[in-house]
């Protein structure tokens, strides 16, 4: 894990406010980000994804997909959901969505490392975004369902459309999928629909097995 500073603490040279030198602080240490990497390919199959480039896809999912979704959400909120609740992963690490010992104590990681992240800010920016993140976790909002939903849409799309490779390498099966992407579907029908069509067409090509003993 990277450390929560630069090498050189070069701000505390600047005489800065306390405020801004805590705010660029943040900044400075949220550029880990770009180093946390996922299992999810990049289309071109090149390589993984990091939680930087998650982050940045989904917000624009958001501007290009909202007219899929119920137009009372307030959009702007989902986008600040989905900037931030990747974030303490820079300290918990990316939890594989279908690693069964991995996500078993996420929880538990993931809330340390929010107090570690967000400790960093101002106060009321500290209670603002913490409140974004456990917003997002608890799921129970409008906003925060169509911030999941899109959570789990990016990886969906990128895994049939990488041919499944690395569902194939997890040994993934499509009922686990199915259970996972659920929530898309009871965020929007349209786009529900569209993560039924590829799962099925996944199982049909071959890239998800429908086996639960191989």
Not at 68 to 82: A, E, P
Not at 83 to 93: K, R, S, T
Not at 104 to 112: D, G, H, I, K, T
Not at 186 to 200: C, P
Request: charged letters at 25%.
């Amino acid at each position: 894990m990277s450390s929560l500073k630069p090498k050189e603490n070069t701000l505390s040279a600047l005489s800065l406010p306390s405020r801004m030198e805590a705010q660029l602080s943040f900044i400075c240490a949220i550029d880990a980000l770009k180093n946390v990497w996922r299992k999810t390919l990049l289309l071109d199959r090149s390589r993984v994804e990091n939680d930087a480039e998650h982050s940045w896809e989904m917000a624009t999912m958001v501007l290009v997909l909202s007219e899929y979704f119920d137009q009372k959400t307030n959009f702007s909120h989902v986008i600040k959901m989905l900037l931030l609740h990747d974030l303490v992963e820079i300290y918990a690490g990316d939890s594989y969505a279908y690693d069964c010992n991995a996500i078993a104590n996420q929880q538990e990681r993931e809330v340390l490392a929010a107090d570690r992240l967000f400790g960093l800010l101002p106060t009321a920016q500290k209670e603002e975004f913490r409140e974004l993140w456990e917003e997002f976790e608890a799921r129970q909002t409008n906003e925060a369902q169509v911030a999941r939903a899109i959570d789990r849409f990016q990886p969906l799309m990128h895994s049939y459309l990488t041919g499944g490779k690395t569902w194939k390498e997890h040994n993934v099966k499509a009922n686990a999928v199915r259970n996972l992407m659920s929530v898309i579907g009871e965020a929007s029908h349209a786009l529900g629909e569209v993560a039924e069509k590829m799962i099925s067409d996944a199982v049909n090509r071959g890239f998800l097995n429908t086996s639960e003993t191989t």
